[in-house]
């Protein structure tokens, strides 16, 4: 696949399951920022929602299942296929390229909301093959950037990386219809405020950042965002759906490339 430039490397904000089936200020956004660069000639998804403690495992079947990960929606929902071939071939390059932790493939897993609900809207036709890898909670915050910039030589072969999760994210505060928590507010920029200065060290040390504990109570949403960062080359950051759900949700995205 010959390129202009790198396919970029995305953080989004993905929120709750509604947001796959809704036409709202999220999904709209979503849709148009697949308008502003090339078709990837691939998609590499991290996910929030597939935790494997002590391993990083990436999908490598031909047909990855749509993973329902959720209870509490309506049925129609669960109803809901993204029927997206993999990319085996793709699966087994990447465990053999990352030398900073061990990568298997696996066929256990599929792609679940935290992959779909985004995908849905930039590429609803499903033609575009995905893979999706794991978060290893028990890997440091560093080791996830170190990972992230392993991953970014993919971006010159027309893969497209995506950390799907959000920067504050504490289910247990939710309010709907509240107005944002004044810390959730505050932590949300002071992360954009890093990002914006390349700053990732005060990125990966984000326990120490002021209201980390109850923005992050824990860290599977914010992960994807450092393996992002980690992918990125400098590029100055363009951000997207800058709000604050349900008082305690960070539907804050961020664009590389």
């Given at each position: 696949m010959s390129l202009e430039k790198p396919m970029p490397a995305i953080?989004?904000?993905?929120?709750?399951?509604?947001?796959?089936f809704e036409d709202n200020e999220f999904s709209r956004e979503w849709r148009r920022i697949a308008t502003t660069f090339e078709k990837p000639a691939g998609i590499l998804v991290i996910s929030a929602h597939w935790v494997t403690?002590?391993?990083?495992?990436v999908t490598g079947m031909a047909q990855p299942e749509t993973i329902?990960?959720?209870y509490g929606f309506p049925e129609a929902y669960s109803e809901f296929h993204y029927p997206a071939p993999g990319a085996p071939d793709l699966a087994r390059r990447i465990a053999k390229l990352v030398t900073?932790?061990?990568?298997?493939?696996?066929?256990?897993?599929?792609l679940d909301h935290g992959a779909w609900s985004v995908l849905a809207h930039l590429y609803p036709e499903a033609d575009i093959p995905v893979i999706q890898m794991s978060i290893d909670s028990r890997l440091s915050a560093q080791e996830h950037w170190l990972l992230g910039q392993e991953l970014g030589a993919l971006r010159d072969e027309g893969i497209l990386i995506l950390g799907s999760g959000n920067i504050v994210h504490h289910l247990?505060?939710?309010?709907?219809?509240g107005e944002p928590y004044e810390w959730a507010t505050e932590f949300d920029a002071t992360v954009r405020?890093?990002?914006?200065?390349?700053d990732a060290q005060t990125l990966i040390r984000y326990p120490e950042l002021k209201h980390a504990h109850l923005a992050i109570p824990t860290s599977e949403h914010y992960l994807p965002l450092l393996s992002v960062l980690g992918a990125s080359r400098g590029e100055?950051?363009?951000?997207?759906?800058?709000?604050?759900?349900?008082?305690?949700?960070?539907?804050?995205?961020?664009?590389?490339g």
């Amino acid at each position: 696949m010959s390129l202009e430039k790198p396919m970029p490397a995305i953080f989004i904000g993905h929120g709750s399951p509604d947001n796959a089936f809704e036409d709202n200020e999220f999904s709209r956004e979503w849709r148009r920022i697949a308008t502003t660069f090339e078709k990837p000639a691939g998609i590499l998804v991290i996910s929030a929602h597939w935790v494997t403690p002590g391993a990083t495992l990436v999908t490598g079947m031909a047909q990855p299942e749509t993973i329902h990960d959720f209870y509490g929606f309506p049925e129609a929902y669960s109803e809901f296929h993204y029927p997206a071939p993999g990319a085996p071939d793709l699966a087994r390059r990447i465990a053999k390229l990352v030398t900073t932790v061990p990568v298997q493939t696996d066929e256990s897993w599929g792609l679940d909301h935290g992959a779909w609900s985004v995908l849905a809207h930039l590429y609803p036709e499903a033609d575009i093959p995905v893979i999706q890898m794991s978060i290893d909670s028990r890997l440091s915050a560093q080791e996830h950037w170190l990972l992230g910039q392993e991953l970014g030589a993919l971006r010159d072969e027309g893969i497209l990386i995506l950390g799907s999760g959000n920067i504050v994210h504490h289910l247990g505060m939710i309010r709907w219809g509240g107005e944002p928590y004044e810390w959730a507010t505050e932590f949300d920029a002071t992360v954009r405020q890093a990002l914006r200065h390349q700053d990732a060290q005060t990125l990966i040390r984000y326990p120490e950042l002021k209201h980390a504990h109850l923005a992050i109570p824990t860290s599977e949403h914010y992960l994807p965002l450092l393996s992002v960062l980690g992918a990125s080359r400098g590029e100055t950051p363009q951000f997207f759906n800058e709000s604050i759900f349900a008082s305690s949700i960070s539907m804050t995205g961020v664009i590389f490339g």
